[in-house]
């Protein structure tokens, strides 16, 4: 398990470090110069750990750890908790699988109002669905709401086919997607007809005060800021909120700031609201996603 299908793990390993590695049995020797090496041992050591605490050893584990032993010199085995915030209908335990992602959870636990930003991949929106099906099973909250603003892509919501409801659900579709691997398909219905469970465009929530709720934002990065500020003085008492998005993804017309840019200047350093941002080693999707956001990124700084 260890050093993967006809020794993978391995020959990654040795690119990665420019090192030469041998395995004879349980033994490894490691060839090259003193600090790579180290380095290498260092992997080994974080690799065991996690692989005794989670039975597996997962490409995407293997390529995170290598990241954070270049960064720092130490695995993150030893930083990322056991402890699951919610199990999936098939039994799997949902933990965080960054030190990121930790980060991100504790951060809830903690404040009442948390913006999580980071790009596609990183876990932002399933964890928020996973831990507000958490508070409402454990009774904290009486009710989850989760939004969307509903940002047309080149083509306008009036000219689709359907009632508001068929209009409006292609944008939510990734909010379903997540509750669906938390919640079997009849009881999410049950909950959605009693209005226990929510699931509506960002329009549809002005007015609106609401209490006792667990209320995601997510793709807050297509918010306007007059939007945001309505979303964010919606929250009644015994309420929490997360707010997720990617400001690098931003589908607004050119001519209109983002509501999550101004919300993250204007509320930075206001108690009890906190801001967690992920980064491309928090991509917990094939792990050639974290090289397409790198590749993005030095393209536009070049660019700039």
Sequence with gaps: MLFGRNDVNLKIIEDQFKTRIVARGSEVSIEGEEE????????????????KRNFELPERYLFYAITMIKENGEGPAEGLSAESV????????????????KRYIKSVSKHDIVFCIGPAGTGKTYLAVAMAVAELKRKTVQRIILTRPAVEAGESLGFLPGDIRAKVDPYLRPVYDALHDLVEPE?????????????VPLAFMRGRTLNNSFVILDEAQNTTTAQMKMFLTRLGMNSRSIITGDVTQIDLDKSKASGLIT??????????????????K???????????????????????
């Design 282 to 304: 928090d991509v917990v999707r094939h792990r050639l996603v974290m090289e397409v956001i790198r590749a993005y990124e030095r393209h536009e700084k070049r660019r700039r």
């Design 86 to 101: 919610i199990s999936t209908l098939a039994r799997e335990p949902i933990v965080a699988k960054t030190l990121g992602q």
């Design 187 to 199: 009881k999410i219905k049950k909950l959605m007809e009693l209005g226990i469970i929510e699931i």
């Design 36 to 51: 790579e090496v180290s380095r290498v041992v260092n992997l080994f050591h974080d690799l065991k750990l996690y692989l």
């Design 263 to 280: 919300a993250e200047k204007i509320l930075k350093g206001v108690s009890g609201i906190e801001f967690v941002h992920l980064d491309e």
